[in-house]
Nanobody, 124 residues
Framework: QVQLAESGGGLVQAGGSLTLSCAAS????????MAWFRQAPGKEREFVAA????????SYTDSAKGRFTISRDNAKKTVYLHMNSLKPEDTAVYYC?????????????????WGQGTQVTVSS
């Protein structure tokens, strides 16, 4: 059982930056592909970014490309989401997730473990 705990959310002005962190309890953290999802008020949860087990391969949703960077530190059992040039439409609860699957295109249903989420609010 992998436990995930997100942190780093908060209130930021449009154009600002935030870095989210997700710490995992599992000592075999490097065996899991990790991802970030988000859910805005009144909307379904959506994929934001994923990173391979080694950290060498990344995938992003179109709206995140060029602004967000996903990274991981397997020694610290932590995955990060660095967010720049934030927009009001980035306002959402951000969740990290882990899966034993290897394909970066793994759908949301394929993620086995989820954190509780951290709120990101971008003011205009």
């Amino acid at each position: 059982q992998v436990q995930l705990a997100e942190s780093g959310g908060g209130l930021v002005q449009a154009g600002g930056s935030l870095t989210l962190s997700c710490a995992a309890s599992e000592h075999t953290f490097s065996s899991y592909m990790m991802a970030w999802f988000r859910q805005a008020p009144g909307k379904e949860r959506e994929f934001v970014a994923a990173i391979s087990r080694s950290g060498n391969v990344r995938s992003y949703t179109d709206s995140a490309k060029g602004r967000f960077t996903i990274s991981r530190d397997n020694a610290k059992k932590t995955v990060y989401l660095h967010m720049n040039s934030l927009k009001p439409e980035d306002t959402a609860v951000y969740y990290c997730a882990a899966t034993i699957q290897a394909a970066l295109g793994t759908p949301e249903s394929g993620y086995n473990y989820w954190g509780q989420g951290t709120q990101v609010t971008v003011s205009s």
